[in-house]
């Protein structure tokens, strides 16, 4: 079973940096795109970053393009969302999702089929 539990969230300044992660069990980790999205109330949720290791693919929304860096860490299947010069428009609870297909190039509209929980991140002005 697909297991994906997201952590890192919490409340920062703007400017400021937080790093997610998301450790990911029950499928073979680089046969699997992986990716984040966000979510604020009353929206539809964005998809931001995703990593296709097997393929050697990253993408980004264009919103959060030389802020956010995704990576993958094979050896103990966690991705890594790394945010730097967050803005309060980043403030959204933030989803990690994995799919089997290669998605990654539609991260803007492609809703994989394994999600997490969520995480809360909060950017104060």
């Known amino acids: 079973e697909v297991h994906l539990v997201e952590s890192g969230g919490g409340l920062v300044q703007a400017g400021g940096s937080l790093r997610l992660s998301c450790a990911a069990s029950g499928f073979t980790f680089d046969e699997y795109a992986i990716g984040w999205f966000r979510q604020t109330p009353g929206k539809e949720r964005e998809g931001v970053a995703c990593i296709d290791s097997g393929d050697g693919i990253i993408e980004y929304v264009d919103s959060v393009k030389g802020r956010f860096t995704i990576s993958s860490d094979n050896t103990d299947n966690t991705i890594y969302l790394q945010m730097n010069a967050l803005k309060p428009e980043d403030t959204a609870a933030y989803y990690c999702?994995?799919?089997?297909?290669?998605?990654?190039?539609?991260?803007?509209?492609?809703?994989?089929?394994?999600w997490g929980q969520g995480t809360q991140v909060t950017v104060s002005s």
């Open positions: 999702a994995a799919d089997r297909l290669s998605w990654c190039r539609h991260v803007s509209s492609y809703k994989p089929d394994y």
